[in-house]
């Protein structure tokens, strides 16, 4: 089974200043990252992901993160924040080479950008 | 660009109630997915939908629980007798393969049971 913890319920953060949110995961076999962001009264958008190969991904609006196997960790970032990207952010897992496919999500970061 | 759409995006219902969500995946996409999410808490796979059958279920979804693909285009999921702790958005997705991850989000029903 997998699990996702996302370390910050809420991020409050100046426009123009950079940004971290945190997400680890814990998972018996080897897993593929995501990122989805939830805008309000919007449903669930792929934000980035990480299948394999270099462990720096870039997503839209900006948006990269690394995953950091001896970590667990796949922590998102963006060095200079908009208003616009006050939303909510998700970190989920899906597992490899197993019959489970669905996501797992982490309970959400709410990022709160203030000018 | 194509999306999923859903449903009703709120429906309000009584206690012991039976209610259906409707969902329209993307056309070509193959697999098909439901998730919820209660106020405040993260959200939760309940079942997921391939080739006509269930693939692969959650501990929530329990026989209150069913799912459809009556036509061919819509996937619904109905809930048979409503609790208030089923009150939450219901979120549809789907995707074309699996093996990427990639799921296509729909913007929710909300469900309010009383």
């Known amino acids: 089974a997998q699990s996702v913890t996302q370390l910050d319920s809420q991020v409050p953060v100046f426009e123009e200043a950079p940004v971290e949110l945190r997400c680890n995961y814990s998972?018996?076999?080897?897993?593929?990252l995501f990122w989805y962001v939830q805008y309000p009264n919007q449903g669930l958008q792929l934000l980035l992901k990480y299948l394999s190969g270099s462990t720096l991904v870039k997503g839209i609006n900006g948006f990269e993160a690394e995953f950091n196997k001896s970590q667990t960790s796949f922590h998102l970032r963006k060095p200079s924040v908009h208003i616009s990207d006050t939303a909510e952010y998700f970190c989920?897992?899906?597992?490899?080479?197993?019959?489970?496919?669905?996501?797992?999500f982490g309970s959400g970061t709410r990022l709160q950008v203030q000018p | 660009e194509p999306e999923v759409t859903q449903t009703p995006s709120h429906q309000v219902t009584q206690m012991g109630q039976e209610v259906i969500l409707r969902c329209v995946p993307i056309s070509n996409h193959l697999y098909f997915y439901w998730y919820r999410q209660i106020l405040g808490q993260k959200v939760e796979f309940l079942v997921s939908?391939?080739?006509?059958?269930?693939?692969?279920k959650s501990e929530i979804f329990d026989d209150q629980f069913s799912v459809e693909r009556p036509d061919g285009s819509n996937f619904t999921l109905k809930i048979r007798s409503t609790k208030l702790e089923d009150s939450a958005m219901y979120f549809c997705?789907?995707?074309?393969?699996?093996?990427?991850?990639?799921?296509?989000f729909g913007e929710g029903s909300r469900l309010t049971v009383l």
């Open positions: 989920a897992v899906s597992a490899l080479d197993t019959g489970r496919r669905a996501l797992t």
């Open positions: 998972s018996s076999v080897s897993v593929y």
């Open positions: 939908f391939y080739n006509n059958e269930i693939s692969e």
């Open positions: 997705a789907s995707t074309r393969q699996t093996n990427t991850g990639e799921l296509f």
